[in-house]
């Protein structure tokens, strides 16, 4: 007889078997299911990102748009900054897709120019509809710039002798003599002139008469090695830091006698106009408490007989361009600095001083515009600025000549951009005859000039100031004075930044 005996060892094994497959599909049923939550919950945020980027990608679009389509508004309204409406902003415009739906707005705010300056300030917030809590924010400064491009410019051939130190850019629509140091580009409208110095061949448009070193000294006759055809064009960096460029294109200064008229104009309207004194002319001191005296010029300082006939050449608005010391003058009145500081004087002007946070444009003019009663504004004493970051900016605007006289200080400085329409910015000849004024010592113009003849304070037999130290203002590219003539009627962009 056979006996079965149950296993129970092996029952229970199977058992065990079974809970260890069930445990472990729940496990990996578990593993797989938040593995997967994750991955939808990682899914679901990647979207919400790359909606998010794409719509603040799309804000940023529409916020530049804002600034391209004030640009398109001032290229064609150049002095508004409200946006064609008459009223302050912000300004808010709807952008439209292609199909013309709209999809956004972008929030304009124009801060215009302050006086005198160029500058408009514009800021452009993009939004999209479907998601307004997302904005972008851009700032562009817009500006147009003024003549005030380089530190000196001239419609003439010029000469920079040794001892002349310019700290800013040099241009001439005719060719330069460059004896001196210049630590930015020196430019000429042509290729090659003949100079006017001495005799001989043409020479190269921007040139030199210093000796290669390590020689010394000059050579004022013709240089073979300064003219066509050698090549290539010596680099010279003993005098030109920043090099030397020829040809490009000329300097506009045709147009800027009418810029005058319109000074006249807006100074009678809504600053100062001094009409013509029946005398001399005027004398202007300029204070720091933002007001000015105004004296009649009476009186000139005279010179000697000597002086005179050895100096004028021929020159016949030679002179000693000087104020009498003693009673050469009486006072008329103070003044407050005008509103839109502009100061028009149908007369010669004498102007000296110093300003605090003032920006003033000083002009000398008659019209009819006649070349035998053009009028020139002359400096024999310091003219300075207090703040020196573009905060205090002057203009001497003269339809002839822009002067410094016999009787000058023989340390002198002179903040402002000078422009002499039809004349020249410079000194008279005064020969060693009209001792002991026919020698200074220094003289620092802090600003820019711009001359229609060519320039000079010194002359080649030592007369004139012996150091002559020009500083370009960067400031007035775009920060020119009130009314102060400008290169195009086109804005163009000079910073762009996204606010946060």
């Known amino acids: 007889m056979k006996v079965f005996y149950r296993n129970k060892n092996k029952n229970k094994n199977k058992h065990a078997s079974r809970g260890m497959i069930l445990l472990n599909v729940i496990i990996f049923s578990a593993i797989a299911i938040t593995f997967t939550m994750a991955v939808s919950i990682w899914a679901s945020s990647s979207l919400a990102v790359v909606r998010s980027v794409f719509h603040k990608e799309q804000a940023l679009q529409i916020a530049e748009a804002g600034i391209d389509y004030y640009r398109w508004h001032l290229a064609h309204a ?72 380089y530190s000196i410019v001239a419609n003439s051939a010029m000469r920079f002798g040794v001892g002349t130190e310019v700290f800013g850019p040099i241009h001439s629509n005719g060719g330069i003599r460059f004896d001196g140091l210049a630590h930015n580009l020196v430019t000429s409208a042509v290729t090659s002139y003949d100079d006017p110095d001495h005799s001989g061949a043409v020479e190269f448009g921007v040139h030199t008469h210093v000796n290669v070193p390590p020689a010394s000294g000059i050579n ?10 050698t090549n290539p064009i010596a680099t010279r960096n003993d005098l030109f830091l920043a090099g030397r460029q020829f040809p490009i294109p000329a300097t506009d200064f045709t147009g800027i006698t009418s810029d005058l008229s319109t000074i006249k104009t807006n100074a009678q309207s809504g600053g100062k106009y001094l009409a013509p004194s029946g005398a001399l002319g005027y004398h202007i001191i300029l204070k720091t408490n933002d007001t000015y005296d105004v004296y009649k010029v009476t009186s000139l300082a005279s010179a000697s007989s000597s002086c005179s006939s050895n100096s004028s050449g021929g020159d016949s608005t030679w002179g000693t361009w000087s104020i009498k010391t ?55 004493k310091n003219l300075l600025y207090t703040l020196y970051d573009g905060t205090d900016v002057i203009s001497l605007l003269a339809q002839q000549d822009v002067l410094v006289g016999m009787v000058s200080d023989t340390v002198l400085r002179i903040d402002a951009a000078t422009m002499a329409i039809n004349g020249k910015v410079g000194r008279k000849y005064y020969a060693s005859s009209c001792s002991p004024y026919h020698s200074r010592s220094q003289i620092t113009l802090y600003g820019m000039i711009a001359t229609n003849l060519r320039y000079g304070f010194a002359f080649t037999n030592g007369t004139g100031y012996i150091d002559r130290i020009i500083i370009y203002d960067a400031n007035l590219l775009y920060g020119p004075p009130p009314s102060f003539p400008l290169t195009s009627d086109k804005y163009s962009t000079i910073s762009w930044e996204e606010i946060k």
Do not use: C, M
């Open 78 to 149: 150049p002095s508004d900054f409200q946006d064609g409406t008459g009223v302050p902003g912000p300004y808010v415009h709807n952008f439209n897709d292609k199909d013309g739906n709209a999809i956004g707005t972008f929030t304009l705010t124009i801060t215009p120019p302050t006086t005198g300056s160029t500058i408009v300030t514009i800021d452009s917030v993009g939004r999209v509809n479907a998601y307004p809590n997302v904005k972008r924010t851009i700032r562009v400064r817009l500006a147009i710039p003024s003549f005030a491009k």
């Open 326 to 380: 003693t009673g050469g003058q009486t006072f008329v009145a103070n003044y407050a600095n005008p509103a839109n500081g502009l100061i028009f004087v149908e007369d010669t002007v004498w102007v000296d001083g110093q300003i605090n946070t003032a920006r003033l444009t000083i002009a000398a003019g008659k019209f009819p515009d006649n070349a035998s009663t053009r009028k020139s504004i002359i400096v024999n």
């Open 220 to 229: 004022d006759t013709f240089r073979a090695g300064e003219a066509p055809p």
